[in-house]
């Protein structure tokens, strides 16, 4: 018989262990040691990969969400260089006025620039903490990567504001005319 360990003996010698159980012991612990096939998963050996497991499906999420912002930073990056190659240069004394983020702005235009812009032909686009025109066609190249940064645009009616005039308003108002010339 091999010979057992010093706690083995111990226990042995202390009457607290058969030397049965001691030999069926050694038994199990021989066969595990020599088996071909593969160990009987103990609960901690589950828990581990159980643990293993979630964190690679916690790792895939973050690498997700990285992979997620990145396409976002790149997209409006892509939306910034097209408004800084496409912008309209503007010339002019004439003061255009809108509303952005609850406060009124201004640009300087032209005549040409303001029937442009009221028409919908050129875009106001928002490029860090200055505005931009632009024409339709990068506009709607903007709007498809970042939509927030068109501020206005009358050709599509960016307006977030829901319209809460009624038949029976616009009846009432019909009767007041309002000059073309009209500038605020």
């Known amino acids: 018989m091999a010979k057992a360990n010093p706690l083995q003996e111990q226990l042995l010698k202390a009457g ?9 012991v050694a038994r199990e612990q021989n066969k595990a040691r020599h088996s071909k096939g593969p160990p009987v998963p103990n609960e901690i050996q589950l ?6 497991a979630e964190k690679v499906e916690r790792d895939r999420a973050l690498a997700a969400q990285g992979k997620a912002q990145a396409r976002i930073a790149e997209l409006r ?3 910034r260089q097209i408004i800084e190659d496409r912008k309209v240069p503007r010339a002019g004394e004439s003061e255009y006025r809108f509303s952005v ?6 640009l300087l ?3 040409d620039l303001r029937k442009k812009l009221s028409s919908g032909v050129l875009v106001i686009a ?10 339709r066609m990068a506009a709607d190249k903007v709007r498809e990567r970042d939509a927030t940064m068109i501020v206005l645009d009358h050709g599509q009616g960016t307006s977030a504001e829901p319209a809460a005039t009624t038949s029976e308003d616009d009846a009432y108002y019909a009767q007041f005319k309002v000059p073309d010339d ?3």
Do not use: C
């Open 16 to 24: 607290l262990v058969k030397k049965s159980k001691l030999a069926e």
């Open 47 to 52: 828990e581990a990969e159980r643990s293993r």
């Open 77 to 79: 990056a892509q939306a």
């Open 101 to 106: 983020d609850g406060a009124i702005r201004t």
């Open 109 to 111: 235009v032209n005549d």
């Open 126 to 135: 928002r490029l860090g903490d200055r505005f931009e025109l632009l024409p």
């Open 182 to 184: 009209l500038i605020w």
